[in-house]
């Protein structure tokens, strides 16, 4: 059974720093891109970042590109996104998800973990 669970959320000034973590269980990871997702309320669900389980190729979205860092740790088979300097409108929600290959929509979603930002 595949599990992702989210960890690591909290309240935070603007300008500090969180990492939050995903534990990824139940299957082989090779050959999945895992991502970062948030979603605030009133708003789409909207994407962060997203890794490359085989080679750890890295991907984010504008809005938090040099701000935020994804990576992986086969040994545990977790996820971390990095996030500094952050701002009030990172607050969301986050969720961590998975699918296989590249392309396509990610199948796999944890149950999320808030993040909020205070000004």
């Known amino acids: 059974q595949v599990q992702l669970v989210e960890s690591g959320g909290g309240l935070v000034q603007a300008g500090g720093s969180l990492k939050l973590s995903c534990a990824a269980s139940?299957?082989?990871?090779?050959?999945?891109?895992l991502g970062w997702f948030r979603q605030s309320p009133g708003k789409e669900r909207e994407y962060v970042a997203r890794?490359?389980?085989?080679?750890?190729?890295?991907y984010y979205a504008n809005s938090v590109k040099g701000r935020f860092t994804i990576s992986r740790y086969n040994a545990e088979n977790t996820v971390h996104l990095q996030m500094n300097s952050l701002k009030p409108e990172d607050t969301a929600v986050y969720y961590c998800?998975?699918?296989?290959?590249?392309?396509?929509?990610?199948?796999?979603w944890g149950q999320g973990t808030q993040v909020t930002v205070s000004s």
């Open positions: 139940g299957r082989t990871w090779s050959g999945y891109d």
């Open positions: 890794i490359r389980w085989d080679d750890g190729s890295t």
């Open positions: 998800a998975a699918r296989w290959g590249i392309i396509g929509s990610y199948n796999f």
